[in-house]
């Protein structure tokens, strides 16, 4: 077994999903593996948002630059991006910083010994072509359900003057608002 430093990213695409199930999972294979967790960063963020507008993944990033990680755990392609282009350059940055990417669904990592696995890199180009169809698909699906609401006039849409309440506003915008208030402690341009 070789002793690896490892980073754990997961990330859901809305607030009420949860990623304890993939947190846990990956301290198991870790602790498998003879892994050492240096850290763990979970979001709730769609994966459409690219990594470059994530918190989390931007801390991710910092956290790689400035300590000595091996690895970083992710449960599957689609937790990085749902674009081609988002995917395969953040799997770019993290190569070049020297960090590997492990794959959970396909038990893989993507650098062996500092070298490109060749398998895993055509596997994560198949993948994230296959992430970006989805979410392409799910999008049209999306729209021909609100045409047909609208047809069966079941769609309502938003009321016009629908108002949230402060709380309930900071809750649904708290990735943003602490983005902010890290952008604005680290003076972060965007």
């Given amino acids: 077994m070789t002793q690896f430093n490892c980073a754990i990213y997961t990330r859901v695409s809305s607030e009420s999903q949860d990623y304890s199930r993939q947190i846990m999972n990956f301290n198991e294979i870790a602790f498998q593996k003879g892994w050492n967790v ?5 979001e709730k963020v769609s994966g459409t948002t690219t990594s470059s507008e994530r918190i989390e993944f931007k801390k991710l990033i910092h956290y790689v630059q400035v300590n000595k990680v091996d690895v970083v755990l992710i449960s599957e392609i689609s ?4 674009r081609v282009v988002d ?3 953040t799997i770019d940055e993290l190569h070049k910083l020297g960090v ?8 893989m990592q993507s650098l062996i010994n500092g070298q490109e696995n060749p398998t895993v890199m055509l ?3 198949m993948l994230s072509i296959g992430a970006e169809m989805e979410n392409n698909l799910r999008k049209e699906r999306q729209r021909q359900g609100v045409e047909i609401a609208k ?4 769609y309502k849409g938003r ?6 309440s402060p709380t309930k506003l900071l809750a649904k915008y708290s990735n943003t608002l602490i ?3 890290f952008s604005r402690e680290f003076n972060l341009s965007t």
């Fill in 87 to 89: 995917i395969l350059n």
């Fill in 79 to 82: 937790r990085l991006g749902r």
């Fill in 159 to 164: 009321k016009n003057g629908a108002r949230t």
């Fill in 38 to 42: 240096k850290r763990t960063f979970a």
């Fill in 100 to 107: 590997g990417v492990y794959i959970q669904q396909f038990q």
């Fill in 151 to 154: 047809m069966n006039n079941k």
């Fill in 123 to 125: 596997l994560l180009q």
């Fill in 179 to 181: 983005y902010l208030v």
